[in-house]
């Protein structure tokens, strides 16, 4: 027996059963529920698939009061006002609203977004609306990532060209041409984009410890080979300390090439980094860097921009303590700082 598809003269084709079947295929597959507002009752319905959305059991339709003990309080007064307001006369034809809910089934918080268009209702009786419900959850949190993200980005930057205007000022001072400014100004913007660099890599999470020393000693570590030894745990800095870590290590190779350990064949570094037993200040994050076998060292007459990072801005700006002394047989520095500033290889995501 054929399917009855007739209609009332003047009237759309009624869809088929199959065509209902294949549209609720469809809203299945999409996680999308249908809903419909008639403005003079206050009547909301939300079908099955709605429902789902709202972790209802199944089959239980949504009734007015279940959405409004659904809602955010934040959302609630403000999601009511747009479902009057679009069913109103002089509403949009089509309408979105978005909104916070409580998810019955887990207590979770979803957002969630109805779309739908106002039908006129005859003279004498409310509009309604139809439409779509679908779960944005995903979409807002992107949104709020980004949102801090950039934030994020306005803030670093503002710190970054702090940085490199104190590396140029300072840079001037100490340098007698502008070939040697160019040549030292540029080698500290290289330590710092190579920072940089390994943190973007990991969305701005962190940095690990290992790769942060070998991208800053460079060249310096090609042309050294096993004349630069590198131990320690694989370990993971915070973006501050990776940034003041690396400018630092950036000066202490700069330095090493030029006058220590590095600028003759038989000179070796060594670099290890630990995270010392609890004391009376909690747990200590410790990183050395010591020269033997190279020129005799001593202190030096002067001191410039480099010095002051090694010595002091690395440790102010990390609430540590920096050891640096010169003893004939090669430069020995460490940092000690608080734990805190390294993380759980859980809390760094992969390189992206």
Known sequence: MSEDRTSR???????????????????????????????????????????????????EPISTEALRGSLDPEDASRTFDELHRAAGASGPEQCLLEFRIRRRSDGAERWIALQGRRYPGNPGEAAEIVGTARDITSRKQRETHMHLLMREVTHRSKNLLAIIQAMARQTVKDSVT????????????????ASHDLLAARDWHGAAIGELVRWQLGPALESAGTRVAIDGPDLYLNPEAAQNIGLAFNELASNAARFGALSGPEGRVGIAWSIDPEGTEGRRFRISWTESGGPEVSQPRRTGFGHKVVERLTARALDGVVDLSFPASGLTWSLHIPASFVLDAADVPSVN
């Open 178 to 193: 502008a070939a040697e400014f160019e040549q030292r100004f540029s080698a500290r913007l290289r330590g710092l984009a």
């Open 9 to 59: 003269p003047g009237e759309p084709p009624a869809p088929s059963r199959l065509s209902q079947e294949r549209l609720r295929f469809a809203l299945d597959g999409g996680r999308t529920g249908i809903w419909s507002w008639e403005d003079g009752s206050e009547d909301f319905f939300g079908d099955r698939g709605a429902s789902l959305l709202w972790g209802l059991d199944d089959g």
